[in-house]
């Protein structure tokens, strides 16, 4: 079984949305003041870790665009892994990716590639999948990498049904910038 992990870019009010500077939003790229070589060498570490992406459609389109014509050890990872994305789109997605085949829903796809032979599922950004993966019970592990600064306002992974979700704190790190890295657990699992 692989594991999934979710890996996100936090403000203290739990934005996760234009966090590396998407046109359009008032506080785009808030996270670029706080870059330093600690984060940039966990962020790789991360990265090369995974086997694979999972993506939603909008995110991957922004990564698409983004990392082919970069180069450098993190650019290459991220164009060599091959990627699922949740789309409804039928034309060709290209970038090594395909798109979930999920004939019992976006769900019961997740859940088919989680059970499948294979190394870690990462799925950045996306927070629309995200937080349907979590309310689902399918993220085996939550890395947030918290930023000092609110913004306000926002697109966020957290669910807003009231429900009660437990979770066990794995690691902590501090980042020489003032960022630091939650990573999470389910309680009990």
């Not at 670029?32 to 984060?39: E, Q, S, T």
Request: proline share 5%; glycine share 12%.
């Amino acid at each position: 079984m692989r594991r999934l992990i979710v890996t996100e870019f936090l403000s203290l009010d739990g934005v996760v949305e234009a966090p590396g500077g998407e046109a359009g939003h008032p506080h785009a790229g808030w996270t670029i003041p706080y870059g330093a070589d600690d984060l940039f060498a966990y962020k790789l570490r991360e990265t090369q870790e995974a086997e694979s992406l999972l993506l939603g459609r909008r995110t991957f389109e922004q990564f698409a665009e983004a990392w082919p014509g970069r180069d450098g050890a993190f650019a290459e990872k991220m164009n060599a892994m091959p990627k699922t994305v949740v789309t409804t789109r039928t034309d060709e997605l290209g970038w090594r990716a395909e798109r979930l085949d999920a004939p019992g829903g976006v769900r019961a796809g997740v859940a088919a590639l989680k059970d499948a032979d294979g190394g870690p599922i990462l799925l950045a950004g996306s927070a629309t999948l995200a937080r349907s993966l979590i309310v689902w019970g399918l993220v085996d592990e939550l890395r947030l990498l918290v930023y000092p600064v609110l913004l306000g306002g926002g697109k966020r992974i957290f669910p807003d049904d009231r429900e009660k979700w437990a979770f066990e704190l794995t690691e902590l790190d501090r980042f020489s910038s003032g960022a630091v890295l939650h990573t999470y657990r389910l309680a009990g699992s």
